[in-house]
């Protein structure tokens, strides 16, 4: 008889497996998150000609969902550390639902009043969304022992790919088929559905329904924090002595500025990839949403490997610091290929050098395990916000930047070779800047009243 356990878990004395089913949520929740994100600059190609909205326009509405994002990042940390990763996630999954439905509603009013009310539910849906990376870092700090973290981080955090090879050929063929305003009730029918599989799914680890007091035990040894949501409730989490030590820590800053780097990425692809295809590329909206598809596999491919390297360098010996290092310079290497497009006509070649950036840049997306190795004991929410705040202001600064760009000379060039560059700052930000990656301290009897003790990481 195993002794120690809660009722609810099993007696099996078998070591369980249940943060693999963790993880594959947070990889569907996450995919479906970055899906809404994604859809607007496929579904906004006929919105833009229904609304007439030129390519500044398109771009503040590209932008809407992460203004509101990058404001609800703090608060967000805060909520999970205070109130818990399942329930406070969970609501946000029902409430972006709803956003998405709102949206395809906006359409039958007139241009102008249409336009705004869309970029409200863009705010509102940025703001509602907030907790969903935070959470995920959260969740993966518990559930999973460090040498298991940067596999189960590059696995939800490659849903941001899988969420285009998902998303893009359906939202295509909805949008060609049905209209744009089809694809937003579509998401918001499919949300409730991945809302309620949440809440049967989603527990703090001591208290799931499946695991084992071995798995329980592994966990803990490796050093996760399976307490992390006993200790909820705590009212230091948002205090300003709490942020001003965050901020004070160079590594820390280092990490945020690199996320900051890499966000830039992922916003042009999710946001003026289908764009650049469709307008400079001169490919049709049914088939932007199948060739957008093999530089998001890349993506997703190069996200999972990335992970899996950087935890297979750790076990080898190399330290810490260098087996998270070493896959984000060489993916930021990689990233920088699609300067290449500026000199080619061959869609084949743009395909291609599209595909290896795409790679590339899931391959060096490891920030949240860097994070979830770096964060100090009870803030991994807070912190996790901050960085996330951080990172996703690429999301209000990069769409604006490109449509200013596009607008004014219209062309691309300038474009990828501004977004290539910031994959060359974020090497800056990671080599330099950041140095030795190692779990943040906080020593007993400061201001904020936490005591956060250094963990093997």
Not at 115 to 130: D, H, M, N, P
Not at 273 to 299: D, E, K
Request: hydrophobic share 50%; net charge positive.
């Amino acid at each position: 008889m195993v002794t120690g356990l809660n009722s609810s878990h099993t007696t099996d004395t078998r070591r369980t497996h249940v943060r693999y089913l963790i993880v594959l949520m947070l990889f569907a929740a996450s995919a479906f998150s970055y899906g809404d994100r994604f859809a607007l600059s496929i579904a906004g190609l006929p919105m833009a000609r229904d609304l007439g909205l030129d390519a500044l326009h398109l771009g503040y509405l590209f932008s809407g969902f992460s203004w509101a994002y990058v404001v609800g990042q703090l608060p967000a940390g805060g909520l999970l550390d205070s109130f818990g990763s399942k329930r406070v996630y969970g609501i946000s999954i029902i409430g972006w639902s709803i956003c998405a439905a709102l949206v395809g509603f906006a359409g039958f009013l007139y241009a102008s009043l249409a336009f705004y009310t869309i970029f409200a539910l863009r705010l509102l849906s940025g703001l509602v969304q907030s907790p969903v990376f935070p959470g995920n870092g959260r969740i993966v700090a518990a559930w999973f022992p460090t040498a298991e973290r940067g596999t189960a981080s590059a696995i939800f955090n490659s849903s941001q790919y899988f969420a285009l090879v998902l998303f893009a050929p359906i939202i295509g063929w909805i949008a060609h088929a049905h209209g744009w305003k089809d694809c937003f009730w579509f998401l918001g029918a499919l949300g409730l559905v991945v809302g309620f599989v949440w809440f049967r799914v989603v527990y703090d680890v001591k208290a799931h329904p499946s695991i084992s007091q071995e798995e329980i035990d592994h966990i803990a040894q490796g050093g996760g924090l399976v307490s992390v949501d006993r200790t909820q409730g705590k009212s230091n989490a948002l205090t300003r002595s709490i942020i001003k030590r965050l901020l004070s820590s160079r590594m820390l800053v280092g990490i945020y500025i690199g996320q900051y780097c890499i966000n830039t990425l992922t916003w042009f692809f999710l946001t003026w990839f289908p764009v650049y295809l469709n307008q400079a590329r001169h490919m049709s909206l049914m088939t932007v949403g199948f060739v957008a598809v093999l530089p998001a596999l890349c993506g997703c491919v190069g996200g999972v490997l990335g992970g899996v390297v950087s935890d297979g360098l750790l076990r080898a010996g190399y330290s810490l610091t260098f087996a998270r290092k070493a896959p984000i310079v060489t993916g930021m290497l990689l990233a920088m290929a699609m300067i290449a497009c500026n000199y080619t006509h061959a869609q084949w070649l743009i395909v291609f050098w599209m595909a290896l950036a795409f790679l590339g840049k899931g391959f060096g997306a490891l920030g949240w395990t860097v994070i979830s190795d770096t964060s100090p004991k009870g803030m991994v929410g807070v912190n996790g916000g901050l960085f996330n705040l951080i990172g996703n202001l690429a999301g209000v600064t990069t769409p604006i930047v490109i449509g200013y760009i596009v607008k004014r000379t219209g062309s691309f060039n300038d474009a990828l070779l501004f977004v290539g560059l910031t994959a060359l700052m974020a090497i800056v930000a990671y080599l330099p800047i950041v140095g030795t990656i190692q779990r943040v301290e906080f020593p007993t009897g400061t201001e904020s009243g936490i005591v956060a003790e250094r963990t093997d990481a």
